[in-house]
């Protein structure tokens, strides 16, 4: 698959850093939080989903090997639409390749720019699954973050969709494929739930409207307040080929791990690219899909986190 060439990437100078209070009082106003029936879901999905037009080395600051050409995102691919179809979350791709997927939760955020920014440096492709009520706080990010390679839904508020009625965990998840779409100019088919909480019910809800549901193969921790050395250290371990990475651009830990992140994918031959090429280049099989978490080597509570 190659990605779409309609135009050079449309990327920005990152902004100066604002004020430290600013930050803080930025930070703060975007903290997200720290099984019915299928015919029921089916009515509400068929009202909705019309709405949504759904086209297709440590240390160092050097550039890595770029992953894929410039253009609007990875569009979706008929790999994609098959992992679909399946209705299961999807916790990385076939350890087959050379290629990673670097994904960024809870945005826009205050430090959005200087993450695009350092993406663009070196030449890295991502995915961010954005939340919607903070779309609007950083005018244009969420259509620079496409650029770089795909967003994905992440819900409006942030809630615990476990713990919501289906047709309320359905409004978080839909109002936010539609925000997306409108604000980035294309269709949303990824979706992230917010603490990687899902059941049977929400994996339906996802499906219904068109999205696949990505987990991750390494969590970072750098929403449970793991500091740079650590988040370094979590990623730096689990960088292999099909894995999938869960950050957080709100953080500002984070964005100082990643120089030595972006030096280690250059040390391990690793190509970072969007969500939906790793799956195109290299999907799982129906088997491994099935396997969940484990099948991607992951044990225990996995695809449990702080956000």
């Not at 019915?36 to 999905?45: H, N």
């Not at 500002?252 to 972006?262: C, D, E, K, M, S």
Request: proline share 7%.
């Amino acid at each position: 698959m190659r990605r779409s060439e309609h135009g050079p990437r449309a990327l920005r100078a990152a902004a100066p850093l604002a004020l430290p209070a600013a930050v803080c009082v930025l930070a703060m106003a975007l903290a997200g939080c720290g099984g019915s029936s299928g015919q029921a879901r089916s009515s509400a999905a068929a009202g909705t989903s019309a709405a949504i037009a759904h086209s297709e080395g440590a240390g160092t600051d050097v550039p890595a090997a770029h992953a894929s050409p410039p253009g609007l995102g990875t569009p979706e691919s008929s790999a994609v639409r098959s992992l679909i179809a399946l209705g299961r979350p999807i916790y990385c791709a076939a350890p087959h390749g050379n290629e990673v997927a670097l994904t960024f939760d809870d945005g826009p955020g205050p430090y959005t720019r200087l993450v695009i920014k350092k993406l663009h440096l070196h030449h890295a492709d991502a995915t961010f699954f954005d939340v919607g009520r903070n779309i609007d706080l950083v005018a244009h990010a969420t259509r620079q973050e496409r650029a770089l390679g795909a967003v994905g839904d992440h819900t409006f508020t942030h809630p615990l969709l476990t713990a919501l009625a289906p047709a309320e965990a359905e409004r978080e998840i839909v109002r936010t494929q539609t925000a997306l779409a409108r604000s980035t100019g294309g269709p949303v088919f990824l979706f992230r739930p917010p603490f990687g909480a899902h059941n049977p019910t929400i994996d339906a809800i996802v499906r219904d409207h068109g999205m696949l549901q990505i987990l991750w193969t390494v969590d970072s921790a750098d929403s449970l307040g793991a500091n740079y050395a650590q988040i370094e250290r979590n990623v730096i371990g689990g960088l292999r080929g099909g894995a999938i990475i869960l950050m957080h651009e709100n953080h500002g830990q984070t964005v100082r791990a990643l120089p030595n992140i972006f030096g280690a994918l250059l040390s391990k031959h690793l190509r970072a690219v969007s969500v939906a090429q790793l799956l195109t280049d290299d999907p799982p099989s129906p088997a491994q899909v099935r396997g969940g978490g484990a099948a991607c080597g992951i044990h225990g509570r996995a695809g449990l986190s702080g956000g």
